[in-house]
């Protein structure tokens, strides 16, 4: 069966940095688009970057671009996402999810463009 496995988050610094994985298996990676989201204590969820199976086309919430990068290993069934200049907002249960296809229909932020989600990694970030 499908399984997503979030991995890297923990406490970081303002200003810091942490790479998170998700490792996933039961389907053709290669095959899908991938997507990290988010959500805050007391928050709603939050989709913070996508990328198409390919690696080609990412995507990214404004409240994390030019911070965040998503990033693919196809041969290692993996999805990155590297977090640099880390934010006390950024904190969060951070996971990833399996497109439907390997690009998103109508936009990367629709919830029915993903058929699986992880459990999640949390970061903290202090100040």
């Known amino acids: 069966q499908v399984q997503l496995v979030e991995s890297g988050g923990g406490l970081a610094q303002l200003g810091g940095s942490l790479r998170l994985s998700c490792a996933a298996s039961?389907?053709?990676?290669?095959?899908?688009?991938m997507s990290w989201a988010r959500q805050a204590p007391g928050k709603g969820p939050e989709w913070v970057s996508g990328?198409?199976?390919?690696?080609?086309?990412?995507y990214y919430a404004d409240s994390v671009k030019g911070r965040f990068t998503i990033s693919r290993d196809n041969a290692k069934n993996t999805v990155y996402l590297q977090m640099n200049s880390l934010k006390p907002e950024d904190t969060a249960l951070y996971y990833c999810?399996?497109?439907?296809?390997?690009?998103?229909?109508?936009?990367?932020?629709?919830?029915?463009?993903?058929?699986?989600w992880g459990q999640g990694t949390k970061v903290t970030v202090s100040s």
């Open positions: 039961g389907f053709t990676f290669s095959s899908y688009a």
């Open positions: 990328i198409y199976s390919d690696g080609n086309d990412t």
């Open positions: 999810a399996k497109g439907k296809r390997y690009k998103y229909g109508s936009s990367w932020v629709v919830p029915g463009e993903y058929d699986y």
